[in-house]
Nanobody, 118 residues
């Protein structure tokens, strides 16, 4: 099982980035995929997630209207489009997969660093 997050980088406040999470080794279309972020010294928080069958999405209140999560089942990939970035969005972003809305996330990828300068 692999989840490969990419697309992080350095961007100025107000800018945009698109993160990608390429997956393999599990039935992607049956799994809910989530994006999380973590600032050193702070707890990890869920940013957004997208369902398997109908593509239902949920987002952290502070990113609503700025971040959009989407998935391409043909490519086994989930995206996180991040617009109007703020310095407080600076963190390491991780993608993860779970088979149940109320379950623990089973698989995790390595993180990709997003740095937003003011």
């Amino acid at each position: 099982v692999q989840l490969q997050a990419s697309g992080g980088g350095l961007v100025q406040a107000g800018g945009s980035l698109r993160l990608s999470c390429a997956t393999s080794g599990f039935p992607f279309h049956e799994y809910i995929i989530g994006w999380f972020r973590q600032i050193p010294g702070k707890e990890r928080e869920g940013v957004a997630c997208i369902g398997d069958r109908y593509g239902s999405t949920y987002s952290l209140e502070s990113v609503k209207g700025r971040f959009t999560i989407s998935r391409d089942n043909a490519k086994n990939t989930v995206y996180l489009q991040m617009n109007s970035l703020k310095p407080e969005d600076t963190a390491v972003y991780y993608c993860a997969a779970t088979g149940r809305w109320d379950g623990e996330y089973d698989y995790w990828g390595q993180g990709t660093l997003v740095t937003v300068s003011s």
